[in-house]
């Protein structure tokens, strides 16, 4: 049952006949537009006549042949769209649905993509879907203006928000106006300093001394002298609906004579004088008339069925044509008079004397315009109605039946409203409410409150007779199929919680639950159970189930119509592929995933900084180093403004890696602690830190602080006697690299070849490729170097099909030592480590700085200091001896001395500065 949008919201309210122009303030508005201005802010309280000046400025405007604006642009007939803003505008995806159909009222096609994107059950971050539409915007070729009427309602910060987001990147072609009773919370100083705004105030809204004449005297049919207009307009202080209300008064003392003493004895405050000439207003309309205006005040809007429905008439139409036509403070909202509202003062007024007169009555009120508007399809209406009229058996069936398809637009706000007004006592005999509760508190980062409502469905499943349950219209589905589905989308929720929370088993678990229990037509809920199911696969590290399952995910958010979950779906088939070593592969199909999201408009949100990010790291490891940056930093941009700290954390960690690949370990270090903050001020799932903790680890050593290195390692639990997850490999082969650079190769050795066993059982060729690597350059340190070229001959067989270069590059003069051996020696590799070579004498190796040295208790000689600086320079032992002309055993000897001084000196820092693996 889907809702459509209320196109009255979208109307310019119809000028009355007789109205007061008011030119001074039409030309205040027009240089709002001739100034270039954003925004133009038209403030007072109630019975200023806000809405009545904009709505005669804009039918003025409509008329203008030329109107000359900002940035030289001359346009005929100058465009405008107008929304009435209500409460249900605080849902920020509802009011920026509203807000896209009233730009669509000036450009038809605008805003689809914004529109696509707001209505998903995922959370999403409000600035990426403007970001879209602003440059949708900024496409129109005409400029116009788009008036906000009533902003003073909306009270969420999450709808402030995003205008204020709007207002900062506004586009020169189009010019805000916002009516409203109260300044509303957005940057108004900034605005106002960098003249950008224009206002109307209630001095300048106030009538003057003629305004008030030609009101009371032509408008309202009265013949008042000066004196007794002056004496009107000072006692009203130029308050419109204040001298509307005299002038209705003053219709009931016409014979009477009196209107002069009227005028002598009127006095008081505004609040004074609304309930005094009120009640003089009411008193004079016929009983039924005065029926009518108290019972259909508790609406909104109106229009003739509806009122007859709440107030039990056949001639509601009558009676609103007859209130307009007296003045009675009601405003048409469409030019065929259908619909209307009373003014909102007037309105306030009515209900408060309702609730004094007859409060037994409002309820019953409320519950024939809920039946009414469910009649006639507007279901939220109806719940809205069915809450504020207590009716909470009715309002929970409703929401019941309409439930899945405000989750699926995106409305998270609206039913996080309508369950926080429910009784618990009411939802807990509802399963089906539960477990959307429960969704939607999880999409808000609430994960125990999510659980507890999931506790309260499965509770009401396994206590509540079927029979006795509703089923919602439409769904033919036996009672006892529907609850084996229910409960499927249960085990989805909580595979997700178990996601977040890092609980692998978890994710298997209700994964596999929510795949069995979900019926085959839940193409999206089957779509999310699948991606959860393949990322238990993967953080298991089983890369070929994973992936098998990830292609299925993406066939599931096809056929379910869902391009972000299919996006989702994609992105870890690229992160399967990159672990399984197919670059090429990888690269393709984040190409392909930034065409798909270019086409729905998805370039600014955060799932395009997720794939920017992993092509980031393949151009990495093609050493690609400023595409490299470019990528990995426009990817923690995007990831940052969302919600997704997955997302987040993956594109910080190639980030890091890029940094590092240039040399900057401080500016990695520095996004290592960006995270761990983080992970200080919210929960970080562990597969997240894992891989952060790693670098850190690994950036220690570039930097020369072993000590540093091997404290985080023992701070974060690591012992090579530990059982090792695939979830914990990244940490364990950071450690074996500390335990190499410590002079342990040993002991490294033993911890790569159970890591390299794991790799291996689970078909991840891109790690096999890392830990081969490592074990190559062990293997070396601790003389072995048949065992280092064999190791590394196997390295280049799996990674020269992908073009794997910044593995081997960043390892610096030992890798480059055991590549010249490979090609001396004529092995089958000696092409590929040419290229390798060529890649590490051709280009500047970028090495990260160090820390600087404390002294040395044995300092070097010059000879060694000689060496050494050839070392760091990439020259092999031979090369050496050459460049010094000195024999071949004299430079291992001097190597040997150089080791054993550096190793003296903090045990540490320095067999591996030297001996390097890219550090020096």
């Known amino acids: 049952m889907l809702e459509t949008l209320l196109q009255t919201k979208l109307f310019v309210p119809p000028l009355r006949p007789n109205l007061v122009h008011r030119p001074h303030l039409v030309e205040r508005l027009n240089q709002g537009l001739q100034h270039g201005h954003k925004l133009t802010l038209v403030c007072a309280p109630a019975g200023f006549g806000k809405t009545t000046l904009v709505t005669d400025w804009l039918s003025q ?33 509802r009011f920026l649905a509203y807000f896209v159909a009233a730009l669509q009222t000036v450009e038809a096609d605008i805003g689809e993509t914004a529109l696509s994107l707001l209505q998903s059950p995922q959370a999403v971050r409000i600035e990426p879907v403007l970001t879209t539409l602003i440059n949708e915007i900024a496409q129109i070729q005409h400029p116009f203006v788009l008036v906000l009427d009533d902003y003073h309602v909306v009270t969420s910060h999450s709808t402030h928000k995003a205008l204020t987001f709007l207002l900062d990147h506004l586009p020169p072609n189009l010019h ?33 001394s003629d305004e008030a004449t030609d009101f009371l005297n032509r408008a309202m049919g009265l013949e008042l002298s000066a004196g007794d207009i002056a004496a009107l307009q000072d006692r ?38 609304i309930d005094y000439l009120a009640d003089e207003v009411l008193e004079q309309r016929p009983l039924n008339t005065r029926k009518f205006l108290l019972w259909t005040s508790i609406l909104d809007r109106l229009t003739a069925p509806l009122c007859n429905a709440v107030a039990g008439l056949e001639d509601s139409q009558m009676i609103l044509e007859s209130l307009e036509a007296a003045n009675l403070f009601i405003v048409p909202l469409d030019s065929r008079r259908r619909w209307y509202r009373y003014h909102h003062l007037f309105a306030d007024l009515l209900r408060q004397r309702l609730g004094r007169e007859d409060p037994n009555i409002v309820p019953t009120l409320h519950s024939r315009a809920s039946i009414w508007h469910e009649q006639n399809n507007s279901v939220g209406l109806a719940v809205d109605h069915a809450l504020a009229a207590q009716d909470f058996e009715r309002a929970a069936n409703l929401i019941d039946e309409l439930v899945e398809v405000v989750w699926g637009r995106g409305e998270q706000t609206t039913l996080l409203r309508w369950m926080g007004i429910l009784p618990d006592e009411v939802v807990y005999s509802r399963p089906r409410l539960c477990i959307f509760h429960a969704w939607v508190l999880f999409v808000n980062g609430q994960y125990q409150a999510a659980e507890l409502r999931l506790q309260d469905a499965e509770h009401a499943l396994d206590s509540t007779p079927t029979r006795k349950r509703k089923i919602p219209s439409g769904d033919n589905a036996s009672p006892d199929f529907q609850d084996v589905s229910l409960k499927g989308k249960m085990a989805a929720i909580q595979a997700f919680i178990s996601f977040f929370r890092g609980d692998l088993s978890g994710i298997n678990r209700f994964s596999r639950q929510a795949l069995e229990k979900l019926p085959d037509e839940s193409l999206l809920w089957r779509s999310m159970a699948t991606i959860t199911l393949g ?18 995910a993406v066939t599931f958010g096809q056929a379910a119509g869902s391009e972000y979950l299919t996006l989702i779906a994609r992105l870890n088939r690229v992160v399967i592929q990159k672990e399984q070593g197919h670059l090429h592969r990888a690269a393709e199909l984040c190409q392909q995933a930034l065409l798909i999201a270019s086409k729905q408009g998805m370039m600014e949100l955060e799932i395009a900084g997720w794939i920017y990010a992993e092509l980031g790291d393949v151009e990495c490891e093609w050493n690609n180093l400023d595409e490299a940056m470019r990528l990995s930093k ?19 960690v190639v980030l890091v890696r890029a940094l590092h690949a240039q040399g900057d370990v401080e500016g990695a270090l520095g996004v290592v602690q960006k995270v ?60 074996a690299r500390l335990l190499v650079a410590q002079g342990n190769a040993d002991e490294g050795v033993a911890l790569l070849n159970r890591l390299l066993q794991a790799a291996e059982a689970g078909g991840r060729m891109g790690s096999l490729i890392d830990i081969l690597v490592l074990q190559a350059l062990a293997f070396q340190l601790s003389g072995k170097d048949d065992q280092a070229v064999t190791s590394l001959e196997r390295t280049l067989v799996l990674a020269e099909p992908e073009g794997f270069v910044r593995t081997f590059v960043e390892e610096g003069p030992p890798m480059k030592e055991l590549l010249a051996k490979i090609k001396a020696e004529g092995r089958s590799q000696r092409e590929y480590a040419s290229k390798l070579l060529a890649e590490l004498s051709s280009k500047v190796a970028k ?5 600087s040295p404390q002294p040395m208790v044995d300092p070097l000689t010059e ?11 990439g020259l092999t032992n031979q090369e050496i001896a050459d460049e010094l002309v000195v024999a071949l055993g004299t430079v291992k000897a001097h190597t040997a001395s150089i080791y054993g001084k550096l190793e003296v000196h903090g045990r540490t820092q320095a067999v591996a500065r030297a001996r390097g693996f890219g550090l020096l």
């Open 847 to 851: 090495h990260p700085t160090r820390s």
């Open 176 to 208: 805000l106006i916002i009516i409203t009773r109260t300044d509303p919370p957005l940057p108004l100083t900034r605005l106002r300093g960098r003249n950008q705004m224009a206002e109307i105030r209630i001095a300048e809204l106030s009538f003057s």
């Open 634 to 652: 426009k990817g923690v941009e995007l990831t940052e403004r969302g919600n997704d700290i997955g997302a987040l954390g993956r594109s910080c």
């Open 61 to 93: 405007l409509a008329f203008h042949k030329q109107i000359i604006v900002a940035h030289n642009m001359t346009v005929d007939n100058y465009q405008s769209a107008w929304l009435s803003l209500d409460k249900s505008d605080n849902d920020p995806t």
């Open 863 to 873: 000879r060694e200091l000689e060496v050494l600086q050839l070392i760091a320079d």
């Open 535 to 552: 990322t238990a696969f993967r953080l298991s590290g089983n890369a070929v189930a994973a992936g098998l399952t990830f292609d299925e």
């Open 236 to 273: 009203t202080e130029g308050w419109i609906v204040g001298l509307q209300l005299v002038a209705l008064s003053m219709q009931g003392h016409e014979q009477s004579g009196d209107i002069r003493d009227f005028i002598r004895d009127f006095t008081g405050s505004n609040r004074y004088v």
């Open 676 to 735: 761990e903050q983080l992970a200080q001020e919210t929960d970080v799932p562990p597969w997240v830190i894992h891989p952060i903790a790693a670098w850190k680890t690994r950036l220690l050593i570039a930097g020369g602080d072993l000590d540093a290195a091997a404290r985080w390692t023992l701070e974060r639990g690591l012992d090579v006697a530990n059982e090792i997850s695939y979830l914990c490999e990244i940490e364990y082969l950071s450690l």
